[in-house]
């Protein structure tokens, strides 16, 4: 090998291209570095600084050594697949003739199904702001996105004004590895969102006429561009006025989903409305719809 094909190397290497070519999140990249320089230490320590030295043998004795430390069993597949993108990577830049993670075994997750809002406590939480105030109006417009198009809680976050198109009821929404979708706004937040960008927004922007994100959709009383905890916090704070159990923006999306599919959506529009890669990832839902019809037909039949 030409180029240098040590595991310090080529982690640096990786990790730079997960920036420059996958489009990662500054967070989903630091999560990759912590991973596989734990893993590089273990390497050290076993003197091997070399990526061509290593085997099968090593990545399970890595495994069991991540077991033994009592890691999750989630925690451990994370880290196990940190490595084998890592190793697949330097295979396609010929860095290593062979990726010696084919058939690493990990332990096997229980996925579980995600939390989901009855109908009437997702309808109580949209309601909950206040219409008299420019925080309320906001609030009410971010929460009518996240449960009426199913957004994730940092597309909502990210979305700019030339994104809406409220005359045809739609916007367009930047997701994860910068992959576009155009999407239906439903009619309660296309009325919140009217209401929301006529006024409330305007008040934030004459608070702060020099902010740095005037093109955002949604500001902050700084007149900075609203951020995924501020929703968090505002979630919990109508939840616990409205006497709902704790639940987070994600919830919202699940619910939307799950919610379409009991209304007799079909499970590719789902997909499409969510922005999944792969369908698989949407048919958790249809687990859920299943859970939900089996708990009504137990409580409901006298016979069940």
């Known amino acids: 090998m030409d180029r240098d094909s040590s595991v310090r190397a080529v982690t640096i290497a990786y990790l730079r291209s997960l920036t420059a070519e996958r489009d990662l999140s500054p967070l989903t990249v630091e999560a990759y570095r ?7 230490e273990w390497l050290g320590r076993l003197g091997m600084s070399d ?11 890595y495994v069991s050594f991540l077991g033994q430390r009592r890691y999750a069993r989630r ?12 190793l697949a990577w330097a295979v396609e830049r010929e860095l290593l003739d ?3 993670s084919d058939d690493l075994a990990v332990p096997k997750l229980d996925r579980p199904l995600p939390k989901v809002l009855k109908a009437s406590h997702a309808g109580r939480l949209c309601e909950a702001p206040p219409d008299d105030s420019p925080a309320g109006i906001r609030d009410r417009a971010v929460l009518e996105l996240l449960y009426g198009s199913g957004l994730r809680v940092a597309e909502v976050c990210g979305l700019d004004l030339p994104d809406l198109d409220l ?20 009619n309660a937040a296309r009325r919140a969102l009217t209401s929301y960008v006529a006024g409330s927004r305007v008040v934030f922007l004459e608070k702060h006429p020099d902010g740095p994100d005037r093109a955002a959709v ?10 995924p905890r501020s929703v968090r916090r505002l979630m919990t704070k109508y939840g616990t006025a409205e006497g709902l159990p704790p639940t987070s923006p994600h919830a919202l999306r ?6 379409l599919l009991d209304g007799g959506a079909d499970l590719r529009t789902v997909q499409e409305l969510l922005g999944h890669e792969n369908l698989a990832t949407t048919q958790i839902y249809t687990h859920v719809s299943t859970e939900r019809l089996r ?10």
Do not use: M, W
């Not at 912590?34 to 590089?40: A, I, K, P, V, Y």
């Open 254 to 259: 699940h619910s939307f989903a799950t919610h």
């Open 167 to 186: 005359r045809h009821g739609r916007l367009r929404v930047t997701g994860k590895g910068r992959k576009q979708r155009q999407i239906p706004v439903s």
């Open 51 to 61: 990526l061509a030295a290593l085997d099968r043998r090593t990545l399970r004795r």
């Open 295 to 304: 708990a009504v037909y137990e409580q409901s039949h006298p016979r069940a």
């Open 34 to 40: 912590s991973d596989l320089e734990q893993f590089g």
């Open 218 to 227: 949604f500001l902050n009383d700084r007149g900075n561009r609203l951020g």
């Open 75 to 86: 925690t451990i597949a994370r880290k196990a697949s940190a490595i084998r993108s890592l």
């Open 98 to 100: 062979a990726d010696p």
